[in-house]
C-alpha cells in the first residue's frame, strides 16, 4: 500500500537553529502534501498545504516566514523550522493524499519528527 | 463499553469488551469522513472511512456510524484487544482527494486486561 516516509524521525538542536523536515511519498506520486503540528495530548493542527508547482497555503496564525515549505517534486515536501526557539518543540507529521482512484481516498500519513528545541 | 463523548479524554474498557467512541464533527458541508488510531510517538493510522452518503461501514472488528442530522460519528470496535490501547481521533473533509483533513479532539482508550 501507500507509504509516506518523514524524516528525521528525531531533532534535537538549539535555539536558533534551522531544521529542516522531509516527507516522501515513496509508491505514488502527491500534488498535494499537508503539514501538521501535535503538542502533547492535543489533536493535529493542520499548518499548511504544500502544493507542487506553487505557492504553499498557510493556516491562519501559521507564520509563512517561520515555516517554510518547499513542494520540490512529486514526491517531496520539506517544512523548514527556521530560527527555531523552545516554542516551536512538537511532534511535525505530514501527510499525502492517495492517488490511485478520482474523489476520496483516505491520507497517508508520515511516523513524525519529534522536534526539541533547548 | 462505554460511550464517551470527545469531551471525555479517555475511555477504559475491560478486554473482550465491545468499545464505542463518539465524535460529533462541525462542518455540516463535511462529506467524508475517517477514523484514526494514533499509537504513541507515530503518526495517525487510517482505521475506517465512510461518506457522508452511507450510515454504516464495517470493517474488521470496527464499525462506523454516521448521523447526518445531527452530525455524529461514531467507532465500534469489537472485542477490544490491548493493542487496541491509542488515542483515537476522527476526522472530516469536504469533497476532494486533495481537501484538508480537520481532526476531532481526540480520545485516548485503556483496555484492561
Known amino acids: 500500500g501507500a507509504v509516506v516516509s518523514q524524516h528525521p524521525s528525531r531533532v534535537i538542536c538549539k535555539s536558533g537553529t534551522s531544521v529542516k523536515i522531509e516527507c516522501r511519498s515513496l509508491d505514488f506520486q502527491a500534488t498535494t502534501m499537508f503539514w501538521y503540528r501535535q503538542f502533547p495530548k492535543q489533536s493535529l493542527m493542520l499548518m499548511a498545504t504544500?502544493?507542487?508547482?506553487?505557492?504553499?497555503?498557510?493556516e491562519q496564525g501559521v507564520e509563512k516566514d517561520k515555516f517554510l515549505i518547499n513542494h520540490a517534486s512529486l514526491t517531496l515536501s520539506t517544512l523548514t523550522v527556521t530560527s527555531a526557539h523552545p516554542e516551536d518543540s512538537s511532534f511535525y507529521i505530514c501527510?499525502?493524499?492517495?492517488?490511485?482512484?478520482?474523489?476520496?481516498?483516505?491520507?497517508?500519513f508520515g511516523d513524525g519528527t519529534r522536534l526539541s528545541i533547548l | 463499553g462505554e460511550s464517551v463523548g470527545l469531551h471525555l479524554p479517555t475511555l477504559s474498557v475491560q478486554e473482550g469488551d465491545n468499545s464505542i467512541i463518539n465524535c460529533a464533527y462541525s462542518?455540516?458541508?463535511?462529506?467524508?469522513f475517517i477514523w484514526y488510531k494514533q499509537e504513541s510517538g507515530k503518526g495517525p493510522q487510517f482505521i475506517i472511512d465512510i461518506r457522508s452518503n452511507m450510515d454504516k461501514r464495517q470493517g474488521q472488528r470496527v464499525t462506523v456510524l454516521l448521523n447526518k442530522t445531527v452530525k455524529h460519528l461514531s467507532l465500534q470496535i469489537a472485542a477490544t484487544q490491548p493493542g487496541d490501547s491509542a488515542v483515537y481521533f476522527c476526522?472530516?473533509?469536504?469533497?476532494?482527494?486533495?481537501?484538508?483533513?480537520?481532526f476531532g479532539k481526540g480520545i485516548t482508550l485503556s483496555v484492561r486486561p
Open positions: 504544500s502544493n507542487e508547482g506553487s505557492k504553499a497555503t498557510y
Open positions: 476526522a472530516e473533509r469536504l469533497t476532494g482527494a486533495n481537501s484538508k483533513l480537520t
Open positions: 462542518n455540516s458541508a463535511s462529506d467524508y
Open positions: 501527510s499525502a493524499p492517495s492517488a490511485g482512484g478520482p474523489g476520496n481516498q483516505p491520507q497517508h
